[in-house]
């Protein structure tokens, strides 16, 4: 049988790692990867795995600004559907930030956050790709005022999509498709806030 695999997504890094340490107590004995790319201009790239035992479920923690597609997209191939299975895209994001983050005009080299060197991405940019293709959606940090703000932009963004505050969704269940998800953030496809 497959392991299900779920890809936490996020510019906000506090955010992604709470999730993904609440999936490995969720799911004891699973392992969480992670590629950190700080240094990837230099051409270094550090690989962290946390908990390696039985696998019950693999947690893939992308990079700050890894749009989750790709990655998806290489999960669902041929070779890989007898050992692996893509259940969940999650995005995290940090209530404070994220409805600034996602009006900010600076390019992801100016905050840090490059994939790639000479990336020349823009942290909105990003920000809203992981938000539209992502299956789920987790808010962390900020008060009260700050969850409704980005509740309300989140309508806007991905009006289809849950968002989850004091829980996380289920991450064991059936298999993604790509091409499906894919659909979801094609502007010809995807569901408007008023369709929704």
């Given at each position: 049988?497959?392991?299900?695999?779920?890809?936490?997504?996020?510019?906000?890094?506090?955010?992604?790692?709470?999730?993904?340490?609440?999936?490995?107590?969720?799911?004891?004995g699973s392992p969480a990867v992670h590629h950190d790319l700080r240094e990837v201009p230099a051409g270094r790239v550090q690989r962290v795995v946390r908990d390696a035992a039985t696998v019950?479920?693999?947690?893939?923690?992308?990079?700050?600004?890894?749009?989750?597609?790709?990655?998806?997209?290489?999960?669902?191939?041929?070779?890989?559907?007898?050992?692996?299975?893509?259940?969940?895209?999650?995005?995290?994001?940090?209530?404070?930030?994220?409805?600034?983050?996602i009006t900010r005009g600076d390019r992801l080299s100016e905050t840090g956050q490059?994939?790639?060197?000479?990336?020349?991405?823009?942290?909105?940019e990003v920000l809203t790709r992981q938000i539209e293709y992502a299956t789920a959606l987790t808010l962390h940090g900020g008060d009260e005022e700050d969850g409704e703000l980005s509740r309300a932009v989140l309508a806007h963004l991905a009006p289809c999509t849950p968002v989850f505050a004091e829980s996380l969704p289920g991450v064991t269940g059936a298999r993604l498709c790509s091409r499906e998800l894919a659909e979801r953030v094609d502007p010809a496809t995807a569901l408007l806030p008023c369709d929704a």
């Open positions: 049988m497959s392991t299900p695999v779920v890809l936490v997504a996020g510019l906000h890094a506090s955010a992604r790692t709470a999730v993904v340490d609440r999936l490995l107590r969720d799911h004891p019950s479920l693999l947690v893939v923690d992308l990079w700050d600004s890894v749009e989750p597609r790709s990655v998806a997209e290489a999960l669902d191939c041929e070779e890989a559907h007898d050992i692996l299975r893509l259940t969940c895209v999650l995005t995290t994001l940090h209530a404070e930030h994220m409805p600034v983050d490059p994939a790639a060197a000479g990336d020349q991405r823009y942290l909105a």
